[in-house]
């Protein structure tokens, strides 16, 4: 089922680039949609794993951000499917969360609907992004029946969808984690008739007290604690807390921070909130921005008129945008002929031995473009990016510096340029001790191949990988992103091997066109078979498979046509 979702919507993209006559889209299967192409298709369930938060289907720590709405019987006029659409799509958000208001006695407020809560949840569902099931409360623990008959129906409702985390009590106030963990142990096993959803609790003092927490975990495998903060009023002091949870092997989840002051009003604190970003960033803390609500404070992401942004808003925007710019994914397709995750032993993420360096903040240095030419060898030295996100460098063994330290959803941009469009074969010098990665090749957001980097016995234990790409002609930025991490990278060679991307007739008609898309499209759907001479014409890159990469490839033909 999954993959027919990838496949079917890299062939939507494809067929609706090549405009492809209405009745030949009239074979695909019914279940073709826009959902399937979101962060919750690529990761999966959110499970929490040591102090990490991992993907059922990805298996990797997973990082992802988006917004909160406002308390619901507050700015309800946001609460609806059109809002949904503009985060996701504005915002690039790939989680909402859902605050719904709950008094201090622990019931629902009048004006907070939980209609309205379930089409948010069903327009995020549809949107394929994590949903929040926030239980709004200061004072949740004085009511934990409403709480548990609250989730009980939702999790029966929607606890199959791997979108949806609930959140059982949003900030408990001056009261002992003993308190709220008897209650989160009451609800929780409502869920659980359910759901192995993640599960996230807040702690006590405006969930700040995340170490409390870690100190005396809840019996049960999915979940995480809460830790809220406002960058105009918290600092370093509380991400110690935050710290402190870590180092106890606690998943934490930010499902709420503001920018301004902790009553919700102040300006944007840009330098504290870049710390708290990194910080976040640094230990894959996943996140949603307070709040979706055009109140007159400075929290506020919209202003007076309902729609425009405010500093605020225009901030989120700014940071959400960016961290679309390097999600996973959104840049690395999965390999859809193997959609298994890639199991491969690693390093368990909770005794890591390695330093936690990485802010997520793109870095970039003054490097010569390396011009390729038509025949012949040119070297790359790995630590010669151009720009890079989580990379560090080391001593390397073969002399030299090498770049290392690579993790999932790491990358390496590299400024490239070439006499014209062709194919080039690269050589890499890699070193893993693990094995498990995988390296997608893209030039100008376009994937051009993937590599597995199996173990070389040790981190200095270098040899050499082969891929042939096709390099488009002119100046562009070939960038490595690791889909896997868990290998080091010393250079990379440059072998032109002449001649462009071969293949793509297919139905061997004699001409490449959207009929031979079609045709792999259904190959790809495992609706068609090849025999051995149309294989060869599918597999456009010569590598021997032929996924979702040789679609991109003939795509380009048909576009350069
Ligand atoms: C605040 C709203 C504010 C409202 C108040 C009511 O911003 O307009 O009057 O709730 O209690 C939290 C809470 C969140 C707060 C927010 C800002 O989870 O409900 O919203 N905040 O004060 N924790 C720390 C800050």
């Known amino acids: 089922m999954k993959i027919q979702k990838a496949v079917s919507a890299v062939c939507a993209f494809v067929m609706s680039a090549v405009l492809l006559p209405q009745v030949l889209l009239a074979d695909e299967p019914a279940e073709v949609s826009a959902a399937g192409s979101g962060p919750v298709s690529y990761y999966g369930q959110l499970q929490a794993s040591g102090n990490k938060i991992i993907g059922s ?243 506020s992401i919209f202003g007076g008129d309902g729609s425009s942004l405010t500093e605020a808003g225009n901030y989120l925007k700014k940071i959400l945008n960016a961290h679309a710019e390097n999600a996973v994914w959104r840049t690395v397709p999965k390999n859809v002929t193997d959609p298994e995750p890639q199991t491969t032993e690693t390093t368990p993420q909770n005794t890591d031995p390695e330093p936690q360096t990485t802010t997520g903040t793109p870095q970039t240095q003054n490097v010569e473009r390396l011009s390729l030419s038509g025949s012949g060898n040119a070297v790359l030295e790995a630590e010669n990016y151009a720009s890079m996100s989580g990379v560090e460098l080391e001593d390397c063994a073969q002399g030299g510096k090498n770049v290392g330290y690579i993790e999932s959803g790491d990358w390496m941009s590299n400024s490239i340029s070439v006499p014209q469009t062709m194919k080039y074969e690269l050589t890499l010098d890699a070193a893993s001790e693990n094995g498990g990665g995988q390296i997608a090749f893209s030039c100008g957001g376009n994937t051009l191949g993937t590599l597995d980097i199996p173990s070389t016995g040790g981190w200095q234990n270098w040899q ?61 759907l495992g609706i068609e078979q090849f025999n051995s001479e149309q294989a060869k014409q599918a597999d456009l890159d010569d590598n021997r498979v032929i996924n979702a990469v040789d679609l991109t490839l003939l795509k380009r033909m048909l576009l350069r046509k």
């Open 464 to 524: 050499q990988f082969k891929i042939t790409l096709e390099l488009p002609a002119g100046e562009s930025d070939l960038k490595l992103h690791a889909q896997q991490g868990g290998f080091n990278v010393d250079k990379i060679t440059f072998t032109a091997v002449g001649g462009q991307a071969s293949g793509g007739d297919i139905n061997r008609d004699g001409n490449v066109s959207t009929a031979d898309a079609v045709m792999l499209c259904k190959y790809l």
């Open 57 to 299: 289907s990805y298996k990797e720590p997973v990082q992802v951000k988006g917004m909160s709405f406002f308390w619901s019987n507050w700015q309800g006029q946001y609460w609806n499917s059109g809002t949904v659409d503009r985060m996701v799509e504005e915002f690039k958000c790939e989680i909402l969360r859902c605050s719904l208001g709950v008094n201090d006695q622990g019931s629902i407020y009048s004006g907070g609907d939980v209609g309205a809560l379930r089409s948010v949840m069903d327009a995020a569902i549809a949107k394929d992004i994590y949903v929040i099931v926030d239980w709004h409360s200061h004072g949740a623990h004085n009511n934990t029946n409403a709480a548990r008959s609250f989730f009980s129906e939702i999790a029966r409702d929607y606890g199959k969808y791997d979108n949806v985390i609930f959140e059982l009590y949003n900030e408990p106030t001056q009261v002992a984690w003993s308190t709220v963990k008897g209650y989160a142990e009451q609800v929780i096993p409502e869920i659980r008739k359910y759901s192995d959803n993640l599960i996230i609790v807040g702690t006590p003092t405006w969930s700040q007290d995340v170490d409390s927490a870690a100190n005396d975990p809840i019996n049960d495998s999915n979940v995480a604690y809460v830790l809220h903060f406002y960058a105009g009023t918290h600092g370093g002091d509380l991400r110690g807390k935050g710290d402190a949870a870590l180092s106890k092997n606690a998943a934490v989840f930010v499902s709420e921070w503001g920018t301004v002051n902790a009553d919700g009003d102040g300006a944007v604190n840009v330098g504290s909130t870049e710390q708290w970003l990194s910080w976040m960033d640094s230990n894959k803390l996943s996140w949603c921005n307070w709040a979706i609500s055009s109140k007159a404070e400075g929290s």
